[in-house]
């Protein structure tokens, strides 16, 4: 089952429950305001898909910016990096898509990547 970590009045994330209704594609999802991940469950992710840190954040967003998370995210240790992404929903690149066992990872959305990995 595909979980999903969105912001539902992000439009990015409304075009991707868009597909996933359209497709009678079951998800989970939640807010991240209100639900995060864990560190172990971002820690899982990293090392499942061999991702870079920076991909889970939304380095476009205004908290990124506010926290001046450019110029320190290098610095932080990753239970530090992961620790703020778990603590503000808002710093996570969305929507986050993923389900482990069937090996799948989505961040942010173009409708051709979910196509490819969904359909």
């Known amino acids: 089952m595909l979980t999903i970590y969105e912001y539902p009045t992000c439009s990015t994330c409304r075009k991707a429950k868009k597909l996933l209704t359209e497709n009678n594609i079951e998800a989970t999802y939640f807010n991240v305001k209100e639900k995060t991940p864990t560190v172990a469950e971002f820690k899982k992710i990293i090392k499942t898909f061999n991702l870079p840190l920076k991909k889970l954040f939304n380095t476009s967003g205004l908290v990124y910016k506010e926290l001046g998370l450019k110029d320190k995210l290098e610095t932080l240790s990753l239970d530090e990096a992961l620790t703020?992404?778990?603590?503000?929903?808002?710093?996570?690149?969305?929507?986050?898509?993923?389900?482990?066992?069937?090996?799948?990872?989505?961040l942010g959305f173009k409708e051709e990547t979910w196509e490819k990995a969904l359909l």
């Open 84 to 106: 703020l992404l778990h603590e503000n929903g808002m710093l996570i690149k969305r929507p986050l898509a993923f389900d482990l066992k069937n090996d799948i990872l989505l």
